[in-house]
């Protein structure tokens, strides 16, 4: 890379990406405020809008969205008649879990075996930095070439949709050719990867009642319906003998056809026991981005530590169904309600309510703006051609604005390869990554411009 003008000022501005990235990992910018103040999301928020200002975008402005978060905005002039890009990225954080399970303190950014740890290192104050970085190279190596438009949300991991709602209600705001959200990631460290599908979602939670109060178990177990048992029941009925979903009505036999994702890397990447099976048929990358999946993420019951020897008369459980392109979020949900309804044993009264969803996605890879992708990821990775994955998480905004803009091309890059452990204990970013990327986003905005 080093013979390229644009690779050289981006590796003299690694040391400055690295001071960056640590002053925004010190933001606590969960945007949950039960859980965290406020204030540190303000505070990470004020430092992007600074950081804009400071690289000589206009308009700078702190979005106040419907949820109660901000959104960091900017525009930045190019030549007259050049496209319009859009940058995309998202300074909040998912919670540090348990921080004692951290090896270094969570929202202290630390280099440790060639990774910069941190909460938010990769997912995704570091594709803040990326879009810095890729503008910076380009200013000093001829000038941006194209008019850019960032938006950098505050509230994508909480899904509570408040930069949806604001583009729906402002949609003059955020029209670009292309968009470019720098929160997706390289299949593997070295590989680069756009993201061409995303998985779609709904959360619904589930409540059975069968009692009107707790009973004895001794004197009453045997006849009384026991409604934890009869969630379980409920639950057990979403998967089939193999651990594959089953949702009556919900196809589950689509097929990926692009890059594969070999069984031992999953495997290794997923943590997965010695002598555990992974669930499901087809090949992995039917698993977990061609196809529907299923996962229990709560249930209200007596925890085993303080237990009492009784019958429970209710219980509840939230429910995650990951929903692939192809598949309506809406009719999803309605058919997964209706399983649970026709599951539900012993006459149980069953009760459920859906509470967020959000579309699956899927990019048009043959457009113009791939091309150039392509290309600017030929040089920033040599020896490389550019691939094309899945993604099994939802990135819900992609949904909104396609339909807002249904003729710009949406590309999605970032930094969150297997390594980094995004959303675990001991997130991490590998400056390789954030310094290749940068350049491959500097030269595909070159390209576009061009092409």
Known sequence: ??????????ASLMPRAKAELAELV???????????????????????????????????????????????????????????????????VQPPLDEAAWTTPPFELVERDGRWYGRGSADCKGGVVMHLLALRALKANGGVPVHVKVIVEGSEEQGTGGLERYAEAHPELLTADTIVIGDAGNFRAGLPTVTATLRGMTLVRVQVD?????????????????????????????????????????????????????????REDAKVLDGVELIGSGTVADRVWARPAVT????????????????????RALISLRVPPGFDAVEATKLLQ????????????????????????????????????????????PGQEMQSAGMGGSIPLCNTLASLYPDTEILLIGLSEPEAQIHAVNESVSPDELERLSVAEALFLRNYAAS
Not at 1 to 9: D, G, K, L, R
Not at 305 to 311: D, F, K, L, R
Not at 352 to 373: H, K, L, N, V, W
Request: aromatic share 8%.
């Open 1 to 10: 890379m080093s013979s390229n003008p644009v690779a050289e000022t981006v």
């Open 26 to 92: 010190a933001f606590k910018s969960v945007a949950d405020f039960d859980q965290f103040p406020r204030s540190e999301s303000e505070g990470a928020a004020n430092w992007i809008a600074d950081a804009l200002r400071s690289e000589g975008f206009e308009d700078v402005a702190l979005l106040d969205t419907p949820d109660g978060t901000q959104s960091v905005y900017g525009y930045l002039p190019g030549p007259e008649g050049a496209k319009t890009v859009l940058l995309y990225a998202h300074y909040d």
């Open 210 to 266: 069968t009692l009107e109060g707790n009973l004895h178990s001794g004197q009453f177990g045997g006849a009384a319906p026991d409604a934890l048992a009869a969630l379980i029941r409920v639950l057990d009925s979403l998967r089939a003998k193999d651990g594959s979903t089953k949702v009556d009505g919900l196809a589950a036999d689509s097929s990926w056809d692009g890059l594969q994702y070999e069984e031992q890397a999953f």
């Open 296 to 315: 229990v993420l709560g249930i209200d019951c007596p925890p085993v530590v303080g237990a009492t020897p009784s019958v429970q008369a209710g219980a």
């Open 338 to 381: 209706a399983h649970i309804e026709a599951h539900t044993p012993w006459g149980a009264r069953v009760s459920t309510e859906p509470i967020g969803q959000g579309q699956a996605f899927r990019a048009d890879t043959s457009s113009p703006a791939y091309a150039s992708m392509a290309e600017a990821m030929a040089v920033a990775y």
